[in-house]
């Protein structure tokens, strides 16, 4: 199965570069060593991104580049055993357990020919090395094990949406069936039955029919407008849940505070397109990874907050954020936000008289 790393911790783990730069600064080496030594590393260090832009497949493409600079940097500067631990991750990460062994142990047999060749005193490079490249091997296959238990989770749950979505549309068609089939045989009958009676010069009879049929087909209206509106949506209570499913979904720790307020039917549907406005504006544009969504009563109205970690610099309303404000200001609410370790949205919903409720 092909998987791909998440790079949104890949800048920290470059911490562990600090041992291949310590060298530097205590063995004798001439300017040139030093900038050949830096150069390496700034290859080194796009070949590590590049690694993490490409699914496993392509992976060994990026880890052959690193381990060739790894190598070829040795005899300047053994520190470079902090190179080999980042190639052990990828190793680990990239093959399964077989073929991610072998693979290991080559690089390994590598390290020990580079020792002897070298010929380096001590435990530091061989050793150490040695330690830290299976190590981090092990960890890369941690984490291999874990994206393939999300992606077989993220299918899972992919199939039980398609199985949720097939029953809805049966349900809806078994609904309109029950409720079309027997108007629509009666608007059939009428409908002959006016037309039999007009042939027959029973105009008054026709009449009295042609009445009937009309307000069946406005009964039927009715009901297919009933109906649709039901399939809209399954109440805020419900909506909100599915929001934070789909930021869990995508990475982002959620937290729900509150208890969801009980609206009108037309305040219910507009919050809903506007809190669902909201939370894909923060799957396309945060780079945060947790979100909050609370609901409290303040100032005689419901106050909503959706708030996100993900660094803000500037706030500008595009056509979706338009859209919300126009939903808001039919109902006589108010939008603010904030920006601070985060990005706050509020709104403030007036309490009428019907929302005297709250479900939970």
Known sequence: MSVQLDGKWSWVYLINLVFYLVPLFYLPLAPWQIAVSVAVLLVFVWCYFWA????????????LAMLTLSVGVTPLNPGSISLFAYIGFFLGFAWPLRQAIAAVTAVLLIMVALNSWQGFKG????????????????FGLLERQRQI??????????????????????????????????????????????KALLKAGKAEDAALHLTELAQVARDSLSQVRQTVSGYKHKGLLAEVSNLAQRL???????TLDGEVPKLAAREESALILVLTELVTNILRHSKGDSCRISFREQDGGW??????????????????????????????????????????????????????????
């Open 123 to 138: 435990p530091y490079f061989l050793l150490y090395g040695g330690l830290l490249l299976v190590g981090v091997a092990s």
């Open 149 to 194: 238990r999300l992606r077989q989770q993220q299918r899972s749950q992919e199939e039980i949406t398609q199985l949720a979505q097939m029953v809805e549309r049966e349900r809806i068609a078994r609904d309109l069936h029950d409720i079309m089939g027997h108007s629509l045989s009666s608007i059939v009958l009428k409908a002959d039955l006016a």
């Open 52 to 63: 993490y832009r490409v699914p496993t497949r392509q992976m060994h493409w990026p880890v």
């Open 303 to 360: 106050l909503m907050e959706v708030a996100d970690n993900g660094e803000v610099k500037s706030f500008g309303f595009g056509n979706g954020l338009t859209g919300v404000t126009e939903r808001l200001n039919a109902l006589q609410a108010k939008l603010d936000y904030q920006l601070d370790a985060g990005c706050k949205l509020q709104i403030w919903l007036p309490k009428g008289t019907e929302h005297a409720n709250f479900t939970g």
């Open 248 to 254: 869990r979904e995508h990475g982002f720790a959620v």
